[in-house]
């Protein structure tokens, strides 16, 4: 749903402007120095971006869904630390509070969020739990007023600058219903961050794990005061994420389909540049057809979703083909290239590792898949 055409279309153009004349400039300082510099860091603050699907009322701007893809789909089109910045502050950084927190939760924690002072961050995975993320291992046990959590969480996007946590721990038994939701501010006593992991791309965007050693925070952490509810709040989080990231991979594709039109238009063999060659035309059409149908996908589900329709297979389906979709379309790429798709004076080269990530975080392909098929099997 778009509320104001008018008003959204302004604000894709200004962050399409702000993608191709700052960030852009900056993703090769990025892939050297692993970080973002500051300085855009704090233009994102000014221009709202921290806060684009946090509710109004808190301080966001409130987007919905189709208006969070479109803005996700200019994103995309740069180096994804750029998005991923802002990425959990909008999305499983602030999504479990959003949905299911307390209103003391929501006024607590979300204005700051929304205008970027404190980021925020989603702690699911563990060394042993990934796909299957309703046997957390990480443990909050109630002792009087406060709950005491013990566990370790790995691969959490943005935890080395993070000032507050999504935790889900288990108070109960075995399996989903024993797994509640925390939010847990990054300086609890017992909480303490392991080393930034060496990742294949994707640089500037940190990830460490964060590990919990009899970590006390107060029992009103606990996300909407009730305990069992932390993993459908995940699922629920993971909802919504699925469909950005899937927003975020169209986008990237869209670039790489740029990229290779402008080489493939300025690289000559056989006596003319090798967009003549048939081909070449071959992958350019291909990709630009997967990109368009990876781009309507995404929107069609954002609309649903917008329109309060269960979305769990589309968004499974779009994160599922988004991600697959890119990782051909960057194959692609580095492929109309030749040697110098290879190498790291082309974007290319980075989005080609980078996108490899989207097939896995967020759910893999296969849990995609899965999803996918129990959705449709229990209908
Ligand atoms: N949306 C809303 N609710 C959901 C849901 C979804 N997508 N998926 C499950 N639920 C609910 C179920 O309806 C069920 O509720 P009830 O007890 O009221 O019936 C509850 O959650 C338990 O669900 P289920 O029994 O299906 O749990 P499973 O252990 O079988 O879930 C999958 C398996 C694969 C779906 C889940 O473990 C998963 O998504 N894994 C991937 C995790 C992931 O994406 N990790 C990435 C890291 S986070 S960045």
């Not at 003549?276 to 035309?281: G, N, R, Y």
Request: glycine share 10%; charged share 20%.
């Amino acid at each position: 749903m778009i509320r104001d055409r008018d008003l959204i279309a302004a604000l894709t153009e200004t962050v399409r402007r702000f993608v191709r004349e700052r960030l852009m400039p900056a993703e090769a300082q990025v892939e050297n120095d692993n970080a973002i510099p500051q300085g855009l860091i704090d233009e994102m603050r000014e221009m709202g971006l921290f806060g684009m699907s946090i509710p109004e009322s808190y301080g966001g701007l409130g987007l919905t869904m189709e208006e969070e893809v479109l803005v996700a789909l200019e994103l995309g089109y740069t180096s994804p630390a750029f998005r991923s910045v802002i990425g959990t502050n909008n999305g499983i950084g602030a999504q479990g509070i959003i949905i299911d927190g307390t209103d003391a939760q929501k006024s607590h924690w979300l204005p700051r969020m929304a205008s970027g002072e404190v980021i925020g961050s989603f702690a699911l995975t563990e060394p042993d739990v990934g796909s299957d993320a309703a046997s957390v291992k990480t443990t909050a046990v109630l002792d009087e007023d406060t709950y005491v959590l013990n566990g370790t969480k790995r691969y959490i996007t943005n935890a080395p600058v993070a000032d507050v946590f999504t935790v889900m721990a288990r108070t109960g038994d075995t399996g989903a219903a024993g797994v509640s939701a925390f939010i847990v501010p990054s300086n609890s006593p017992g909480l303490s961050l392991g080393p930034i992991d060496k990742k294949m791309g994707q640089r500037g965007t940190r990830t460490c794990d964060v590990i919990f050693d009899n970590c006390r925070v107060p029992a009103d952490a606990l996300i909407g005061g009730r305990e069992s509810q932390g993993f459908k709040t995940a699922m629920k989080v993971l909802n919504r994420g699925r469909l950005h990231i899937a927003a975020v991979c169209a986008g990237t594709a869209q670039r790489l389909c740029d990229e290779s039109i402008a080489f493939a238009k300025s690289r000559v063999q056989f006596g003319k540049p090798i967009a003549e060659h048939q081909l070449i035309q071959a992958m350019l059409a291909d990709s630009a057809t997967e990109t368009f149908a990876g781009r309507s996908m995404v929107l069609e589900a954002a609309r649903m979703f917008d329109a309060g329709e269960r979305i769990i297979q589309q968004a499974a389906s779009a994160k599922l083909f988004c991600s697959e979709m890119v990782g051909r379309v960057a194959d692609r790429a580095v492929q109309i290239h030749g040697g110098a798709g290879y190498m790291q004076a082309y974007p290319v080269e980075h989005f080609y590792r980078d996108v490899r990530l989207f097939r896995l975080y967020e759910g893999t392909s296969q849990i995609q898949q899965l999803i996918i098929a129990r959705e449709m099997l229990n209908a």
